[in-house]
């Protein structure tokens, strides 16, 4: 059952009066606190129905959400708790919370080699042990890809705070085709992910091209103090890279229809799992499927076409089939 945040208060609310037995509450007594408590509290002027306090009564005394509150009624008039002790702050966790507060760490330890949850380890840690205390043991029943040993992990807790609080950053960096590390100015603005691998999208203090930045080459960075941070204002990310596979991309970039054929046996697996959300079907044929996709045309594609093997024959557009030829012949090269 889903709780709000109003309801909740009016539940505390209603448990703090009857934990209260120097005074006696009638049912309007608990209305007019809690008009009150919302007013003072989130500014709702429309008061509490007579109605609704009725139903939080009705809950707190049911197992909905574990309380089982002791609520009576003295002299048919005046509310209060048959145990003085009990609070329901004080309500153990029922079965069904149990269970979602198990789900929920078994999804946060996934999370747990990234920095960014660094400070969550020690918590999930306590957690995990209450709950296995609580009740029997807990089997993990899920795994998300993950790699360990990638470098530059570490990184990502303070590129993301640095990218949030938009500060300049004196970045040092070595890419593969560098022979030493490079240090400049840059502005970051994103932080993306592609198959495991961590990315910053930036800008260098004067060039007016995007960086896409793996993290496991960044070789060290700080706050460039005195710096003035310029802004991306040209550039929504939350649809940038809608038209790409991976993170390759330059602003210059435009989208191109590939049109692929992909063998009867093995196009199932394009049709479970699309390649890009573009894709369309063009044509079905009693050996093969004919699909196209709407992308910018970057080695991440190259690659995704690749790894289908002979399963597939990229038909257009000529320029990406050109490319295809060259790096398979060269690949065939190797095998002679």
Known sequence: ?????????????IDDCLRNRLRKWTLEDLIDKTAAVLYECEGIDSGVSRR?????????????????APIIVKDKKYYTYSDPAYSIANAPINNADV?????????????????????????????????????????????????????GLAHINPLYQATLHRQPLL????????????????????????RNRWFLIARQKGKPQLMTMALDRIVSFREAAG??????????????????????????????????QINKRDAPYILTKPLHPSQEILKEADDHLLFSIRVVINFELERELLGFGESIRVISPRSLVTRLQRRIEGMAGHYR
């Open 1 to 13: 059952m889903s709780v709000n945040k109003l309801a909740l208060m009016r539940y505390k609310t």
């Open 52 to 68: 609704t306090i009725q139903a939080d009564i009705q809950l707190m005394r049911s197992d909905k959400l574990g309380y089982n």
């Open 99 to 151: 269970s979602t507060m198990k789900e929920i760490v078994a999804v946060l330890k996934q999370f747990s080699g990234f920095s960014y949850f660094s400070d969550m380890n020690d918590m999930i840690a306590r957690l995990e042990s209450n709950l296995y205390k609580s009740t029997h043991e807990y089997r993990n029943c899920i795994q998300f890809e993950n790699n360990h040993l990638l470098q």
């Open 171 to 194: 970045i040092s960096y070595k890419s593969f085709k560098a022979a030493a590390a490079k240090e400049s100015i840059c502005y970051p603005y994103l932080l993306k992910e592609y």
């Open 227 to 260: 710096e003035q941070f310029t802004a991306c204002e040209d550039i929504d990310f939350d649809s940038y890279y809608n038209d790409l596979i991976g993170v390759t991309k330059s602003e210059k970039d435009v989208a191109h229809k590939v049109v692929v």
